[in-house]
T-cell receptor, first 114, second 113 residues
Framework: DAGITQSPRHKVTETGTPVTLRCHQT?????MYWYRQDPGHGLRLIHY???????DKGEVSDGYSVSRSKTEDFLLTLESATSSQTSVYFC?????????????FGEGSWLTVV | AQTVTQSQPEMSVQEAETVTLSCTYD???????LFWYKQPPSRQMILVIR??????QNATENRFSVNFQKAAKSFSLKISDSQLGDAAMYFC??????????FGKGTRLHILP
């Protein structure tokens, strides 16, 4: 299994509070992604990173920011959490080349905004 | 824009039978990758099969195979000899040269004993 750790795995927070989810990898992969999974919507890309300090927006980036100061860590921040951000968040990592472009996923972080 | 469409929210198949899950995608690029992922109730994401767009030969992995129609931008997954353990949500995904990876909404597959 790919070395991906998401933290926290479960969190309940109040509307309006900031929340940061962390994705940590031990694979030294260049690419890291944050997705949210909601019923009827599948996995939607929030932000992704193609290197240290190199990030780009995905399909549903409003209300979210990210940072990547080290290869191994990709942080997702909800500046002011809203109930619509209640979701399961998945981190993924990837590399290109002969490894075949496989995407590895973390186990998910369950976030509830009340 | 890069899009992936799975038009079947749910499907059912009898155990030991064959089922095909549909996926269409849209991209302006000629070089890209396509994937099928399986998500069982545990929520773990498991790679089922992968296809490079420049390869004309359809990818196969044991009981899983794809029908890749590049001109039609279609990438269907065929599961042969369906087993109870195949019950899961299946996601189709595409990866372009900008390395953005986009998923479809998924198809929930039920296996009937």
């Amino acid at each position: 299994d790919a070395g991906i750790t998401q933290s926290p795995r479960h969190k309940v927070t109040e509307t309006g509070t900031p929340v940061t989810l962390r994705c940590h990898q031990t694979e030294n992969h260049r690419y890291m992604y944050w997705y949210r999974q909601d019923p009827g919507h599948g996995l939607r890309l929030i932000h992704y990173s193609y290197g240290v300090k190199d990030t780009d927006k995905g399909e549903v980036s409003d209300g979210y920011s990210v940072s990547r100061s080290k290869t191994e860590d990709f942080l997702l921040t909800l500046e002011s959490a809203t109930s619509s951000q209640t979701s399961v968040y998945f981190c993924a990592i990837s590399e290109v080349g002969s490894s075949g472009n496989t995407i590895y996923f973390g186990e998910g972080s369950w976030l509830t905004v009340v | 824009a890069q899009t992936v469409t799975q038009s079947q929210p749910e499907m059912s198949v009898q155990e030991a039978e064959t089922v095909t899950l549909s996926c269409t995608y849209d991209t302006s690029e000629s070089d890209y990758y396509l994937f099928w992922y399986k998500q069982p109730p545990s929520r773990q994401m498991i790679l089922v099969i992968r296809q490079e767009a420049y390869k004309q030969q359809n990818a196969t992995e044991n009981r899983f195979s794809v029908n890749f129609q590049k001109a039609a931008k279609s990438f269907s997954l065929k599961i042969s000899d369906s087993q109870l353990g195949d019950a899961a949500m299946y996601f189709c995904a595409s990866r372009n040269r900008d390395d953005k990876i986009i998923f479809g909404k998924g198809t929930r597959l039920h296996i009937l004993p």
